[in-house]
């Protein structure tokens, strides 16, 4: 504004001569544009010469003084450079740009915006709305609009159906309704060979033992289901699926147990270990752990090494799985404190062979 205002006034200036001398005004404007030039050169001996802003108004303003025949001869530009300047003169007039603006809207938190692509990947079933209602029940109500914008930056489709859920989140949910069984041989110290019949949950990683015995027999397995059962309680209401492998001793009256609780049974293939590898695993968990540093005497010294080691692996041992929780743990680790400030107790566990810690009351 103030450059246009300048220049208005410059050419209201310089046209006043021009209507009381009509004869001289051209040739001393020439002077005083050839002065201008000169100046420039001087102020710029080498490389290309560059006008400034001021001297765009000085050179479009002594424009209108001189015949328009004769600004080839008179100024270093061209005709056409000159009236690009004046259009840009004039242009600046009406520009309301820069004028003071209204607060508007407020920009959209930093936290905000990470907050959204995680709700995006951890739903893939969850559009852009859904992911505004969330938002807005955890105290942030924005625009349908904003959380689009934030999806769309972040390379994310704000549609309800992305991707879908990856092999990981699929197996995880498929987990809460899994339980799975095997068995597991034991040779004592006297060379006999003992079984135990173990249970392990999927999602929780929770471990049960349910018997031990010299002579597996089809009876015996049908009581240990039903003795699950009634241990469990409640939670078989929450089971959909037990995978076991194709035994002669899983008969179908133990099926019928678990059948009667509306679980699945999903037998494996033959010669299928990996089919069953949650189960597989925690048998070589045991060993590693427990059965390959004591010398089993019989069956009643089984069932007490099985049961210490079954409290210590549910209720202490970490999982990764469980980001580094027990299986009866709550959903959260216990707060950090400073190594000095409590002192740390060890408690043995089947005689020291394994080892818990705990910080003293």
Not at 76 to 98: E, F, M, V
Request: charged fraction near 25%.
């Amino acid at each position: 504004m103030i450059v246009s205002l300048l220049y208005q006034v410059t050419r209201r200036l310089l046209s006043v001569p021009s209507a009381l001398v009509r004869r001289d005004t051209s040739k001393e404007a020439e002077l005083l544009v050839l002065r201008h030039e000169n100046a420039l050169l001087r102020r710029q001996l080498q490389g290309r010469v560059r006008y400034e802003p001021a001297d765009h108004l000085w050179v479009a303003s002594l424009s209108s003084l001189i015949p328009r025949h004769q600004w080839a001869s008179v100024f270093l530009i061209t005709p056409s450079t000159l009236l690009a300047w004046h259009r840009k003169l004039i242009a600046r007039q009406w520009d309301y740009s820069r004028r003071r603006r209204g607060p508007g809207r407020p920009p959209t938190q930093a936290t905000i915006k990470k907050l959204v692509p995680r709700l995006a990947r951890e739903n893939s079933r969850w559009g852009h709305r859904q992911i505004q209602g969330e938002l807005a029940r955890l105290g942030h109500p924005i625009a349908a609009s904003t959380v689009w914008q934030i999806l769309h930056a972040a390379g994310i489709d704000p549609v309800p159906r992305r991707t879908g859920p990856t092999w990981r989140a699929f197996l995880s949910e498929q987990a809460t309704g899994l339980i799975a069984c095997d068995f597991l041989h034991i040779d004592t110290i006297g060379l006999q060979r003992l079984y135990a019949l173990i249970f392990l949950e999927h999602h929780t990683r929770r471990l049960y033992i349910a018997g031990v015995t010299a002579h597996p027999t089809a009876a015996w397995v049908t009581q240990q289901a039903r003795n699950l059962a009634t241990d469990l309680g409640i939670r078989m209401d929450s089971m959909r699926f037990l995978i076991r492998d194709r035994d002669s001793k899983y008969t179908d009256a133990c099926d019928f147990v678990f059948q009667t609780e509306d679980i699945e049974i999903i037998k494996t293939p033959i010669r299928a270990p990996k089919a069953n590898a949650h189960c597989e695993r925690v048998i070589g968990t045991l060993r590693q752990e427990v059965l390959d540093h004591i010398l089993i005497l019989g069956e009643a010294h089984a069932r007490h090494v099985l049961a210490e080691y079954q409290r210590h692996y549910n209720a202490h041992r970490p999982h990764r799985a469980r980001c580094q929780l027990p299986p009866q743990a709550q959903e959260q680790l216990p707060p950090v404190l400073e190594p000095a400030s409590r002192k740390v107790l060890r408690t043995h566990v089947l005689g020291g062979v394994v080892n818990e810690y705990r910080y003293a009351s």
